[in-house]
């Protein structure tokens, strides 16, 4: 049976979806791309692709993949591009947002947490093609459009917190996710009683497109992200440490 006629079989036979599980994480699905797919110029040979969301009845965003490319033909109803990709590997790639496989016919949901269980189950089987370490599908770049109205709020706020001494911005991906504008902020104390009121204070002016992010520098993550950019705020020192 092929993969389709197995999804099927799964729909109604409770007994065959542990069979149809296992012969999707080993299979191939096909994606729809926003762009057509390019090949990262970094040593390690990636992919660069972003992958097209789409909402339920209820306003759920999820990610559609298909069985076949007939399959998503009848769900794009015109041209659009599409990738074939391992399906354990783009579970990998979007752990943290929910998937659909075949909208709009015979399918199944997966949501993000169903997903990080599949790839766990994946690692502990020592089944290749995946990462599952979040770290490892983060990138971090130069934020790519003007963000001098998230700076210059920020550095206003954190100017009367006596507990940070710098602040870095800049983009954060996850995976085909679209990125993130992240905050990294090498501060001591309490982070929720300074991102809690930043965020709140920060939500006033960022744009309707913009999403935010906050860690410390003192984390692993936060000290990655820092290295690739300088510091937008300085805290200005005080009489007795000059």
Do not use: W
């Given at each position: 049976?092929?993969?389709?006629?197995?999804?099927?079989?799964?729909?109604t036979?409770?007994?065959?979806?542990?069979?149809?599980l296992?012969?999707?994480i080993?299979?191939?699905?096909?994606?729809i791309?926003?762009?057509?797919?390019?090949?990262?110029?970094?040593?390690e040979?990636?992919?660069?692709?972003?992958?097209i969301?789409?909402?339920?009845?209820?306003?759920?965003?999820?990610?559609?993949?298909?069985?076949?490319?007939?399959?998503?033909?009848?769900?794009?109803k015109?041209?659009?591009d599409?990738?074939?990709?391992?399906?354990?590997?783009?579970?990998?790639?979007?752990?943290?947002v929910?998937?659909?496989?075949?909208?709009?016919s015979?399918?199944?949901?997966?949501?993000?947490?169903?997903?990080?269980?599949?790839?766990?189950?994946?690692?502990?089987?020592?089944?290749?093609?995946?990462?599952?370490?979040?770290?490892?599908?983060?990138?971090?770049?130069?934020?790519?459009?003007?963000?001098?109205?998230?700076?210059?709020?920020?550095?206003?706020?954190?100017?009367?917190?006596?507990?940070?001494?710098?602040?870095?911005?800049?983009e954060?991906?996850?995976?085909?996710?679209?990125?993130?504008?992240?905050l990294?902020?090498?501060?001591?104390?309490?982070?929720?009683?300074?991102?809690?009121p930043?965020?709140?204070?920060?939500?006033k002016?960022?744009?309707?497109?913009?999403?935010?992010?906050f860690?410390?520098?003192?984390?692993?993550?936060?000290?990655?992200?820092?290295?690739?950019?300088?510091?937008?705020y300085?805290?200005?020192?005080?009489?007795?440490?000059?």
């Open positions: 049976m092929n993969l389709d006629e197995l999804l099927k079989a799964a729909i036979d409770p007994s065959k979806r542990s069979v149809f296992q012969t999707l080993k299979s191939d699905v096909y994606v791309v926003k762009n057509p797919v390019k090949q990262s110029n970094n040593s040979g990636g992919i660069q692709l972003e992958l969301t789409t909402q339920n009845p209820d306003g759920d965003i999820f990610i559609p993949f298909f069985t076949s490319f007939r399959a998503l033909q009848q769900f794009a015109r041209y659009v599409c990738y074939k990709i391992n399906c354990l590997r783009f579970f990998d790639l979007i752990q943290s929910s998937a659909v496989l075949n909208p709009n015979y399918g199944k949901e997966f949501s993000s947490q169903e997903i990080k269980s599949i790839l766990l189950i994946a690692q502990n089987l020592k089944i290749k093609a995946i990462s599952y370490n979040e770290a490892d599908i983060i990138s971090y770049r130069r934020c790519e459009h003007s963000v001098s109205h998230i700076t210059k709020a920020a550095s206003k706020f954190l100017a009367k917190q006596p507990n940070v001494d710098k602040a870095y911005i800049l954060m991906i996850k995976g085909c996710e679209r990125p993130q504008i992240l990294v902020l090498d501060m001591m104390g309490s982070t929720r009683k300074l991102f809690v930043l965020s709140k204070y920060l939500s002016i960022v744009k309707s497109n913009e999403h935010l992010c860690i410390s520098l003192e984390q692993d993550m936060g000290k990655k992200a820092a290295a690739t950019v300088e510091p937008f300085t805290r200005k020192k005080r009489y007795f440490e000059k």
